[in-house]
């Protein structure tokens, strides 16, 4: 298994250069910009199509971007919240010669459903307790490097471990910050792109009962829906059933504000994402990138987080962009 959810893209995307070449990849106008790092770094030219208010592909651009011929095309399950079912099927009917990847970065728990696709990956990190670690669904012989190990997971698990210790002594946040950022700057790079999933997170994943996980995220996500549904604020996508979110993304007006506030209190939300260089610059992308928070809801928090998150949320005067 690849060692990150950019490295499955790198792996993927190589993998398929070998039978169909290199060329363009179609992408989401809204996406993280280490998706367009990895695409860059296996050797394909990024193009982009628009993503409409509903995180669906808009149809037209889509074709658009599938008639220019590219050798795939990317599609994003955000926050785990969105079927591509009929995206994919769309893109497949259009141009049948192109790749299909699906993203299940927000959605580790589903990516083994290609749903159309051809290949499905995600990241095991942005879930669940582990510092790396990634799949790919159909799996395939990877690409490695002679020392396959992830460097990045050992910083990783190090600063996590700085962090947590804090909870019996206090220390400053330098102590683990500088460990985690070593962690993010050494994930980029060809060597992270070829790595393995490391063997501290392979054992880690034998003992996480990922039904309960699912479980508990669910419960929270329809738990703080209900909370924040008063101040006019609903998930940009609603959860339906069988999905397993991996936050709750709402749209805010002065959403870094907000996004301060909660901080303030301990609630640290990410903002997905900022906008990458290069990216399409329409109304529904920006929208999204200057908008969107990720409220957590994830297996680490109860009902009382939730009602926490929703009272800091009432104090900010928080309002749906």
């Known amino acids: 298994m690849p060692a990150s959810g950019r490295g499955a893209l790198f ?7 070998s039978g169909r070449g290199e060329g ?25 199509y628009r993503v409409a208010d509903d995180l669906h592909a808009e149809r037209a651009s889509l074709r658009a971007a599938l008639d220019a011929s ?30 299909l990847l699906k993203d299940d970065v927000h959605a580790p728990l589903d990516v083994a459903h290609l749903r159309g696709a051809d290949y499905a990956f995600t990241s095991l990190r942005k879930a ?12 395939f012989a990877m690409i490695l490097d002679d020392q396959p190990a992830s460097a990045f997971a050992l910083a990783k698990l190090a600063g996590g471990l700085a962090k947590d210790a804090r909870r019996f002594e206090p220390a400053e946040d330098s102590s683990f910050l500088a460990l985690l950022r070593q962690g993010e700057e050494l994930l980029d ?24 996980v699912a479980a508990r995220r669910r419960r929270n996500f329809v738990d703080l829906a209900a909370r924040i549904e008063p101040l006019g604020l609903r998930p940009i996508v609603p959860l339906a059933e069988g999905s ?30 900022p906008a990458p260089a290069g990216a ?32 800091v949320l009432v104090r900010s005067g928080a309002k749906a962009a």
């Open 11 to 17: 792996q993927i995307l190589r993998h398929t250069a």
């Open 244 to 273: 397993v979110p991996l936050f709750l993304p709402v749209r805010l007006a002065g959403r870094d504000a907000v996004r301060q506030e909660l901080a303030g209190e301990g609630i640290f939300c990410p903002a997905h994402w």
């Open 280 to 311: 399409l610059g329409v109304a529904s992308a920006a929208r999204l990138y200057e908008s969107e928070l990720s409220l957590v809801i994830d297996q680490r928090y109860d009902a009382a987080d939730m009602e926490r998150i929703a009272a």
């Open 189 to 212: 790079g060809d060597g992270a792109y070829r790595a393995a999933m490391s063997w501290m997170s392979a054992s880690l994943l034998e003992g996480i009962d990922r039904d309960a």
């Open 24 to 48: 363009s990849v179609a992408l989401p106008d809204y996406v993280c910009a280490s998706v367009i790092d990895a695409v860059v770094a296996a050797g394909f030219t990024p193009s982009f």
């Open 128 to 139: 669940l307790p582990v510092p790396d670690g990634a799949l790919v669904t159909p799996p």
């Open 70 to 99: 590219p050798v795939a095309a990317l599609f994003v399950s955000y926050f785990g919240l969105v079927d591509l079912t009929a995206d994919l099927a769309f893109a497949r009917e259009t141009n049948p010669g192109a790749a």
